[in-house]
């Protein structure tokens, strides 16, 4: 089901939604804005999808446990003509019907540094 989700943005693909959220989801992205209820998060996608496309959202691993699923995943897109890319996790429980009714994203920058690396001049 998560993989459907994120092949939904890559496709740009509203028409999956409805089978993979609770009317009554929460969904929380990693940078500050939250959608309530499943009518926000289509209107989300759609709006995005106006300024942006998905280039890659590769899931790198999966952890489970109960309804609780989180997902290790890397990010970009291109969004009013600027290519942006980030690592993430998402931790994602789901309802009594089998689909998503809350979704917690975190983000982290894809290019890291190594202040303490052997190599480095100081």
């Known amino acids: 089901m998560i993989k459907q989700y994120f092949l939904a943005w890559i496709n740009k693909d509203k028409s999956q939604l409805n089978g993979l959220f609770e009317d009554v989801i929460v969904y929380s992205e990693g940078y500050g804005p939250e959608y309530r209820g499943l009518s926000q998060v289509k209107r989300w996608f759609s709006e995005w999808n106006e300024h942006g496309t998905v280039l890659e ?7 489970h446990k109960g309804n609780d699923s989180v997902v290790e995943w890397f990010f970009k897109c291109l969004y009013d003509n600027n290519v942006v890319a980030f690592n993430g996790v998402s931790w994602i429980t789901f309802g009594p019907h089998g689909k998503m009714i809350e979704v917690k994203e975190f983000q982290s920058k894809s290019e890291h540094d190594h202040p303490y690396d052997v190599n480095r001049i100081d």
């Open 57 to 63: 959202w590769d899931i790198k691993r999966f952890l």
